[in-house]
């Protein structure tokens, strides 16, 4: 019998191909990938590969050549829809033997399989026949019949050997039939309890039993067949002298059905028993032959502690995945061959924002990345050192700012690593936030240099206010001009000390006060008028018909007021008059 394994994403093609070929010649094992295949490559356990192809898969060379690197010698046929196939020529130089239109028609892929692999277990007398004289057939004994027979057997459990309970399903099928009973049932500790004191074995397989029996009847480890079995870890027969004496022993035996119980060992580990009655034919088991069965259930335990050990492992894996696609930091992991393990939605809204939906892990290509993305993975991959964290702007994302950790994944004492870890953060909103906070500093350290500016003025301009002052007293004239130009220029430096004294001053930003807006606007006039340099007395007119109150700063309305009014009043210095109305 060959094994054909079918590389698809459609359940429909898999039965199409399963119900074309003749069950008796072909085994059929339909999986997704060629990474899900692995074991099943690992132990050259396939003879034909066919692979089901979308014309817009943008991965197809590259899925032909991961499966001609796992087996370089398999046949592998090539299934697609019709019309032109750009990537044809390239698929048979990589390798493929032939590529078929669908629909599957049954007549002409049995015909090619044929012609790649071989007609399947025809008898031997129709295939020599016709070349070989009957004196010169060899008859094999019936011993060597058997022997193969039982290795065809037991070549069948290796397609479930990731698969505890198919695996279990199929090995206590076999057993039935080798041995010739009728019932048989296996009790198993649960695989995250077997180092804990659990003492509990579970009925996870049978055959000739009442499933409503099995789902409420368990063994313990601290009493009848559990404890016997963990205890001395030897077969054990209801004839026994043990089992007569232990009358729980007596009744789980009855209760179930059976009369052998044998223990399922991993090396030194007790996994769990097997209960058998016997042969259909009334006949009993010979010690040898419980003897054979004791060491192939050992073999059988430690398969099942490596398929609970892979399926914890895949449990691991798949919460790692949740945890990667649940984070905001954009996350992509490379393999070693620069294979794209693993992506989530933030890398990929960041890598390819508008088609980012339609794209996964596996239309993501390595060669997609940007020049200085993929150079720095590829160089932490082949060093095993985590490179420098960095800041990127994508191409197709102007004014976005990108930080980027690189982070190598090394599981031996290799230097390279064996994956890379690619995590991107957009910090654009972080650097506005550092930007501002530096503007911020620098608006602070205008305001104390304008405090100490004015101080400083200030100062400076007391004894000239002075001295003018007493200048002003002489009746000379020129020294008027002289008192007036320095009285001009005092009130110009004033009022500069005063807008810096306002700049410097620490905001409460609260704005809470109750105004009145016409003691407001005569305050600020007054200020105004102070620092007015024009000839003619200046005048203020107001319309207070509406006046009213409002809610905000008194000193920065007073400013603002006062700054208006100065401006209009210097605007008209022939008619210094400034009317307000409300």
């Not at 790649?116 to 060899?138: F, H």
């Not at 004014?399 to 654009?428: H, K, N, Y």
Request: glycine share 6%; proline share 4%.
């Amino acid at each position: 019998m060959h094994t054909i394994l079918v590389l698809t994403y459609q359940p429909g093609f898999g039965s199409a191909i399963t119900s074309a070929l003749d069950p008796m010649h072909w085994r059929v094992i339909v999986q997704e990938d060629a990474a899900s295949a692995a074991p099943l490559f690992a132990r050259k356990a396939i003879d034909a590969v066919l692979l089901d192809v979308d014309l817009n898969d943008a991965r197809i060379l590259q899925v032909f050549k991961e499966v001609r690197e796992r087996a370089s010698t398999v046949p592998l046929i090539v299934f697609s829809a019709g019309g032109h196939r750009h990537w044809e020529e390239e698929a048979y130089l990589i390798g493929v033997a032939t590529i078929l239109e669908k629909p599957v028609r049954a007549r002409l892929l049995n015909h090619f399989l044929d012609k790649l692999v071989g007609i399947p277990n025809e008898p031997a007398s129709q295939q020599t026949s016709a070349m070989v004289p009957p004196a010169q057939l060899t008859v094999f004994p019936k011993q060597s019949h058997s022997q193969l027979d039982s290795l065809r057997r037991f070549s069948s459990l290796l397609i479930h050997s990731l698969d505890a309970k198919a695996l279990l399903q199929q090995a206590v099928q076999q057993v039935r039939e080798a041995l010739g009973i009728n019932r048989a049932v296996v009790f198993l500790r649960k695989p995250d309890r077997i180092a804990d004191d659990d003492d509990s074995l579970h009925a996870m397989q049978a055959i000739g039993h009442e499933p409503s029996i099995l789902q409420q009847f368990s063994l313990s480890l601290r009493r009848g067949l559990g404890e016997h079995l963990h205890y001395n870890r030897r077969i054990l027969r209801n004839t026994s002298r043990e089992a007569v004496a232990n009358r729980d022993i007596l009744s789980e035996f009855h209760t179930l059905g059976s009369s052998i119980a044998v223990p399922i060992m991993d090396r030194d580990t007790f996994v769990g028993i097997l209960l058998l009655d016997e042969r259909i034919t009334g006949g009993t088991f010979g010690d040898e032959e419980l003897l054979h069965l004791y060491h192939w259930l050992e073999e059988l335990g430690t398969a099942l502690r490596n398929c609970w050990r892979h399926e914890q492992l895949s449990i691991g894996h798949g919460l790692i995945d949740e945890i990667i696609a649940s984070l905001g930091s954009g996350c992509v992991v490379v393999g070693t061959d620069r294979e794209i393990v693993h992506t989530n939605a933030a890398a990929l809204a960041i890598l390819f924002p508008e088609d980012s939906r339609q794209r996964t892990k596996k239309t993501f290509l390595f060669n997609e990345l940007t020049q200085q993305l993929g150079s720095q993975i590829f160089q932490v991959i082949q060093t095993g050192q985590a490179a420098a964290p960095f800041k990127w702007t994508p191409p197709h994302l102007p004014g976005t700012i990108i930080g980027v950790r690189i982070v190598p994944f090394r599981l031996g004492a290799d230097q390279r690593a064996d994956a890379a870890l690619l995590v991107l953060d957009d910090i654009t909103e972080h650097e506005r936030a550092v930007q501002l906070e530096v503007e911020t500093n620098k608006l602070r350290l205008i305001r104390q240099m304008s405090w100490h500016l004015a101080h400083e003025i200030g100062n400076a301009l007391t004894p000239i206010s002075t001295l003018q002052q007493i200048v002003d007293a002489d009746e000379d004239e020129s020294r008027k001009e002289i008192t007036a130009a320095a009285g001009k220029s005092v009130r110009r430096i004033t009022r500069l000390t005063q807008q810096m004294n306002f700049l410097s001053r620490d905001w409460d930003r609260q704005g809470g006060q109750t105004v009145k807006i016409a003691e407001l606007l005569h305050s600020a006039y007054q200020e105004a008028n102070t620092l007015c340099s024009g000839t003619r007395p200046a005048r203020l007119e107001l319309d207070l018909a509406n006046a009213t109150t409002v809610t905000g700063d008194t000193k920065a309305l007073r400013h603002a007021f006062s700054e208006l009014m100065l401006n209009a009043l210097q605007a008209n210095p022939e008619n210094p008059t400034v009317t307000v109305r409300i």
